[in-house]
């Protein structure tokens, strides 16, 4: 099969984080376009660990847990996941796009 020429002469810069970029990169590429990557953000855990842990300690109080993004669920989970063998029947996993769901259905919450 031929390779697509849809990009073929553009030129893009990338700036997802360190990690995160390769599949994009190949993307373009692939399409014929010229990629560079310069990761613009940092993903890394919270330095106040305390409040996260605060927030995972009051969770049984909340009927809604909120996850913004996949590296939200990768960052927080170990910290709002302690001391429980699943996440809760009763508590609403909620996200804002498809990568975030996958994230959250790899750790088993649905």
Not at 45 to 63: C, K, T, W
Not at 86 to 99: D, K, L, Q, Y
Request: aromatic letters at 6%; a neutral charge.
């Amino acid at each position: 099969m031929p390779q697509s020429t849809g990009l073929c002469g553009r030129s893009f810069l990338v700036t997802r984080p360190e990690g995160q970029a390769e599949g994009l990169l190949a993307g373009i590429r692939a399409l014929g376009g010229h990629a560079a990557h310069i990761p613009f953000l940092a993903i890394e855990p919270v330095p106040a660990q305390g409040a996260l842990e605060a927030i995972a300690r009051a969770s049984n109080d909340y009927a809604a847990t909120i996850f913004i993004s996949a590296n939200a669920v990768r960052m927080a989970w170990l910290s709002l996941s302690a001391g429980q063998d699943s996440w809760p029947e009763n508590r609403v996993a909620a996200c804002i796009g498809p990568g975030t769901a996958r994230a959250l259905v790899e750790l088993g919450v649905h």
